[in-house]
């Protein structure tokens, strides 16, 4: 496609429900990356996959997060039992190669949840 | 661990005044450094880049220089213009072998006409 894809753009749960985030990638894209965006943060590092190997998950908060890319295309962002403190804008980026010093990310435009 | 600290805003500035947004990092080994931009309503987009020590990396009118002895990639522009309104991010990438880009808190940029 022409830039990374993620649906839904917005995203409404009540706290305790299960939530899946879907971001697809430019294609050819080896990279992956999860970041979370707090209102008036930057964004936060969640995990990172190359192919479908994911290399680090160090910036998942919790074992409620978990994340797939099975193909090494498509990647999914599941949140079980939402809590309100999940209320954030989920980022996707990718990027070609990932030994490239300066390697740039391209970024969609994210999914805003927000945890009743 | 790694990180980086930029100034706070939002900044307000008159058209054609200079800009600087201040960014400093901590990094154990030797990251590429970066300026990502996201104008309203749109996604985050790379700005300008710089992979090594002295490298000057420029995009628009935008300038910033990889300063290893201060850890610091300051952005710097002579003279805004209304359309530079964004919030700005300064970012740097592990090189080590983690490969993930850790960004700063941001900085909003208001240009007035």
């Known amino acids: 496609g022409a830039g990374v894809s993620q649906s839904p753009r917005y995203k409404v749960a009540k706290r305790g429900q299960d939530v899946a985030l879907r971001c697809d990638p430019i294609?050819?894209?080896?990279?992956l990356f999860w970041y979370q965006q707090a209102l008036g943060q930057g964004p936060e590092f969640l995990t990172y996959f190359q192919n479908e190997a994911q290399l680090d998950k160090s910036g998942l908060p919790s074992d409620r997060f978990f994340a797939e890319r099975p193909e090494g295309s498509v990647s999914t962002l599941k949140i079980q039992r939402t809590q309100q403190e999940d209320s954030a804008v989920y980022l996707c980026a990718s990027s070609l190669l990932s030994r490239d010093r300066g390697e740039k990310l391209f970024f969609g435009s994210g999914t805003q949840l927000s945890v009743l | 661990g790694d990180s980086v600290t930029q100034m706070e805003g939002p900044v307000t500035l008159s058209e054609e005044a200079f800009l600087t947004i201040n960014c400093t990092y901590t990094a154990t080994g030797y990251p590429s450094l970066f300026w990502y931009v996201q104008y309203p309503g749109e996604g985050l987009q790379l700005l300008l880049k710089?992979?090594?020590?002295?490298d000057k990396g420029s995009n628009k009118g935008f300038e910033a220089t990889y300063r290893k002895e201060t850890t610091s990639f300051h952005l710097e522009k002579g003279s805004v213009q209304v359309s530079d309104s964004a919030v700005y991010f300064c970012?740097?990438?592990?090189?080590?072998?983690?490969?993930?880009?850790?960004f700063g808190a941001g900085t909003r940029l208001f240009v007035k006409a």
């Open positions: 970012a740097l990438r592990d090189n080590t072998g983690g490969f993930k880009t850790i």
């Open positions: 294609s050819g894209h080896v990279s």
């Open positions: 710089a992979t090594k020590a002295d």
